[in-house]
């Protein structure tokens, strides 16, 4: 089975620009988490999506948004970039009734 | 507040010998946890897990323990070999409820020297 992949992989945006980072899961796999990654704060839960629905949210402004497929494809979406928005993003996926994740490449993000 | 925690930022190691990583947590709610081994610029890779009604799971090299009173984990990596070298992040979660997510700690890194 092919892996988790994120598209783009690298990424330089400008403040006030907004991003859409996109995530496929694998195959047969219907959760998709996002998280942040940062020096300073390590990895941090954005938010789960299952079967388009959005599960889980963590403790992220509103400029931080998502969305599922039919697919079970994720997109996330960052509006209003600001400086400290620059990290790596990563997306992991899981099949139904199991914990584990299995995380993507990232896209690292880079905002002037 | 850090819910879960890995006190020691880094590790080094001899090649063939042990190398030991630690992790605590908080969140009594807990009670499923992994290990991710992770590259610069690359996402985690998984490396093994563990339920809460187990208190060792071993795969290969890679064994992890559990202690449950005292809310401490460990991973254990015989022998250590230079490949292992990479951050290692224990992460945890509240099976049913935590819906997709994972609490992790802010890594170990680990060199193990030819």
């Known amino acids: 089975k092919a892996g988790v992949t994120q598209t783009p992989r690298y990424l330089i945006k400008t403040r006030g620009q907004q991003v859409t980072l996109s995530c496929s899961p694998i195959?047969?796999?219907?959760?998709v988490s996002w998280y942040q990654q940062t020096p300073g704060q390590g990895l941090q839960f954005l938010f789960e999506?299952?079967?388009?629905?959005?599960?889980n949210k963590g403790n992220f402004p509103g400029r931080f948004s998502g969305r599922q497929f039919s697919n079970s494809r994720s997109e996330m979406n960052v509006s209003t970039l600001e400086l400290g928005d620059s990290a790596l993003y990563l997306c992991?996926?899981?099949?139904?009734?199991?914990?584990?994740?299995?995380f993507g490449p990232g896209t690292r993000l880079l905002v002037l | 507040d850090q819910q879960v925690k890995q006190n020691s930022p880094s590790l080094s190691v001899q090649e063939g010998r042990i190398s030991i990583l630690n992790c605590d947590y908080t969140?009594?709610?807990?009670?499923?946890f992994l290990w991710y081994k992770k590259y610069p610029a690359e996402g985690p890779t998984f490396l093994i897990s563990?339920?809460?009604?187990?208190d060792k799971n071993e795969d290969g090299r890679f064994t992890v323990f559990l202690n449950k009173s005292a809310k401490h984990l460990s991973l254990h990596i015989v022998p250590s070999q230079p490949g292992d070298s990479a951050v290692y992040f224990c992460?945890?979660?509240?099976?049913?409820?935590?819906?997709?997510?994972?609490?992790f700690g802010q890594g170990t890194i680990l060199t193990v020297h030819p």
């Open positions: 992991a996926s899981s099949s139904q009734g199991t914990e584990t994740q299995y």
């Open positions: 195959s047969g796999h219907r959760s």
């Open positions: 969140n009594s709610m807990f009670d499923y």
């Open positions: 992460a945890a979660t509240a099976t049913g409820t935590s819906y997709g997510k994972l609490t």
């Open positions: 999506y299952f079967s388009e629905t959005q599960r």
């Open positions: 563990i339920s809460s009604i187990k």
